[in-house]
């Protein structure tokens, strides 16, 4: 195997798992809203593959590796980003100062990756990514020990991977009940097949490129290109008819929509016509449809409007451009402070409280290690403190420590209450070791509450949970379901507070009047009276409705 074929089928590997990410990110079985598997397994590989693009087909094995493996540790993103990027480091170290590999290099190499990744998890889970590693790796090794052809190792790699994967569902008891295999799993599964079949000779994925609407065959995916074009028409509009007896031509109807729109698309079987179109006018169309058939009952009839999509994506593409407004900072006072959190209150707050870059970022949101190497080289101290304030961000925020130059320290605060406890217990007098511990027992005194929507149809204990529902969780388990937001939120507080709690504190986020807030803490006041103190913080965060800290 040499560089050339290696950078081909990492590249490959990185089309096609940004192309099956959603896919992977539905197989969260969680009902909150994360899911983001797939997703940061595609941004960590999109790294790789935009630094080998521009490497000449001349570099080495050992060159590939090492340049993927750079790109990805800075790309990470979520814990499954992390550790694909530790297996693809160790990966690497294993090809070290090799031109070529045969098949005992691959499968020394595969084994150094997972050692890597599983001494970066202080309490590794079987039915995970790590174990559908561990038993490619395992197979590789008995391969490699009759077969040099690297092809050979690497497929019984693959097919070890497989079946392992298949076998999570009997390690991890919650994926069995929801008939999924694990998401980290399934993604590496991806990445590695994808890889193997470039090895073999295939043609190496590419990514799909924008094309003309009319081109197009499956409406549900149409739409979202033209985005970045002129909007002519407001409204993306898509339904499917079942068709009546005796049904007019698909034609008469593709030529009416085109009267009153553009981007039209019908496609008709025995069945059903699946349309597609951009208009002023929806509910024209609709009307006309009716001419042809029935709607179906699912999917049901869409309509976006695609001016309000597409402010929102600029709002995100300036957000995103914010990553490079960061100055990097030579090291000038004793302590510095990097936080992470989506919220323009939250924000102002941390900054409010001593911090030097916030970083945006949380749920659903992971920000890279890159990111927050950025932020913490453009705090101009010579001792970071990083917190980032949710559990899916740790081990990004840790892969920066060794790639700074000044000293770091990670605080490993799971939520936003935390985070913010920590930053109040820093003492200037004490060192660094010394502000470390004082903050992290800080922040661990702290119970959080959270109070967001059910993502997904799932099940709490025997009980169905409904696409919607307010969920309630207490220092991230999910505690119960309910009908209504601020009864729901007054519950978790009454069941989080205790004989020893003194401070209650309510973040609303952006989905939530501040008049419903001040509802909520009002009755907690009336409820414990002047014992706890109970103050009310617009955060206007996105996905949780309520962040409550219980002190």
């Given at each position: 195997m040499n560089g050339k074929l290696l950078k081909a089928a990492i590249c490959s590997a990185a089309v096609t798992i940004e192309k099956q990410k959603k896919a992977i990110d539905e197989l969260n079985v969680y009902p909150v809203p994360d899911g983001d598997t797939g997703t940061n397994m595609s941004m960590t590989m999109s790294a790789a593959r935009r630094e080998l693009n521009v490497m000449p087909d001349s570099a080495t094995v050992a060159e590939v590796a090492e340049k993927a493996a750079s790109a990805m540790l800075r790309g990470a993103r979520g814990n499954s980003g992390v550790i694909l990027s530790l297996l693809f480091r160790g990966f690497a170290k294993g090809l070290a100062g090799q031109e070529t590999a045969e098949g005992r290099d691959i499968a020394n190499a595969v084994e150094n990756g997972v050692q890597a990744a599983y001494k970066a998890v202080m309490k590794p889970t079987e039915?995970?990514?790590?174990?559908?590693?561990?038993?490619?790796?395992?197979?590789?090794?008995?391969?490699?020990?009759?077969?040099?052809?690297?092809?050979?190792?690497?497929?019984?790699?693959?097919?070890?991977?497989?079946?392992?994967?298949?076998?999570?569902?009997?390690?991890?008891?919650?994926?069995?009940?929801?008939?999924?295999?694990?998401?980290?799993?399934?993604?590496?599964?991806?990445?590695?097949?994808?890889?193997?079949?470039?090895?073999?000779?295939?043609?190496?994925?590419?990514?799909?490129?924008?094309?003309?609407?009319?081109?197009?065959?499956?409406?549900?995916?149409?739409?979202?290109?033209?985005?970045?074009?002129?909007?002519?028409?407001?409204?993306?509009?898509?339904?499917?008819?079942?068709?009546?007896?005796?049904?007019?031509?698909a034609f008469k109807l593709r030529a009416y929509l085109e009267t009153i729109g553009d981007c039209v698309v019908v496609v008709e079987d025995d069945e059903i016509i699946k349309v597609h179109v951009h208009t002023d006018n929806p509910g024209m169309a609709l009307q006309k449809a009716l001419e042809f058939g029935q709607f179906v009952n699912e999917p049901k009839p869409k309509v976006e409007n695609m001016r309000i999509q597409h402010a929102g994506r600029v709002r995100e593409a300036q957000n995103a451009a914010q990553?490079?407004?960061?100055?990097?900072?030579?090291?000038?006072?004793?302590?510095?402070?990097?936080?992470?959190?989506?919220?323009?209150?939250?924000?102002?707050?941390?900054?409010?409280?001593?911090?030097?870059?916030?970083?945006?970022?949380?749920?659903?949101?992971?920000?890279?290690?890159?990111?927050?190497l950025k932020?913490?080289?453009?705090?101009?101290?010579?001792?970071?403190?990083?917190?980032?304030?949710?559990?899916?961000?740790?081990?990004?925020?840790?892969?920066?420590?060794?790639?700074?130059?000044?000293?770091?320290?990670?605080?490993?605060?799971?939520?936003?209450?935390?985070?913010?406890?920590?930053?109040?217990?820093?003492?200037?007098?004490?060192?660094?070791?010394?502000?470390?511990?004082?903050?992290?027992?800080?922040?661990?005194?702290?119970?959080?509450?959270?109070?967001?929507?059910?993502?997904?149809?799932?099940?709490?204990?025997?009980?169905?949970?409904?696409?919607?529902?307010?969920?309630?969780?207490?220092?991230?388990?999910?505690?119960?379901?309910?009908?209504?937001?601020?009864?729901?939120?007054?519950?978790?507080?009454?069941?989080?507070?205790?004989?020893?709690?003194?401070?209650?504190?309510?973040?609303f986020g952006e989905d939530v009047q501040e008049d419903t807030a001040e509802e909520l803490a009002e009755r907690l006041r009336n409820k414990y009276g002047e014992r706890i103190e109970v103050m009310c913080v617009d955060g206007g965060q996105p996905v949780y409705y309520y962040m409550i800290a219980v002190e």
């Open positions: 039915g995970t990514i790590l174990t559908v590693a561990r038993m490619g790796a395992q197979q590789a090794q008995m391969t490699a020990r009759e077969h040099t052809d690297p092809i050979v190792v690497f497929e019984a790699l693959v097919k070890a991977a497989e079946e392992a994967l298949a076998r999570t569902p009997e390690q991890l008891p919650i994926l069995k009940k929801a008939g999924v295999v694990d998401a980290g799993g399934k993604g590496l599964v991806t990445i590695w097949g994808a890889m193997l079949k470039v090895f073999k000779g295939e043609a190496p994925e590419v990514p799909t490129e924008s094309a003309p609407v009319r081109k197009h065959t499956e409406t549900i995916a149409i739409g979202r290109e033209d985005l970045e074009e002129e909007i002519t028409y407001t409204y993306c509009t898509e339904f499917i008819v079942e068709k009546k007896k005796d049904c007019p031509d990553d490079d407004t960061y100055v990097r900072a030579e090291p000038e006072k004793q302590f510095g402070f990097v936080a992470v959190a989506a919220g323009k209150g939250l924000e102002d707050m941390f900054k409010e409280l001593g911090a030097d870059c916030v970083v945006r970022g949380g749920q659903t949101m992971n920000p890279s290690t890159d990111d927050i932020a913490i080289h453009a705090t101009p101290a010579k001792n970071v403190f990083v917190l980032p304030n949710n559990k899916n961000i740790i081990m990004a925020a840790e892969q920066a420590v060794s790639l700074a130059d000044r000293n770091v320290f990670v605080l490993q605060t799971r939520t936003i209450p935390q985070g913010i406890s920590a930053m109040l217990a820093f003492d200037d007098s004490l060192d660094s070791e010394g502000n470390r511990i004082a903050m992290t027992r800080a922040f661990e005194k702290v119970s959080t509450g959270l109070v967001t929507f059910a993502a997904r149809d799932s099940e709490l204990d025997g009980h169905p949970i409904k696409k919607g529902e307010v969920l309630a969780l207490e220092n991230g388990k999910l505690a119960f379901t309910d009908k209504e937001l601020n009864h729901a939120a007054y519950k978790l507080t009454k069941k989080m507070v205790n004989g020893e709690t003194g401070f209650i504190t309510i973040t």
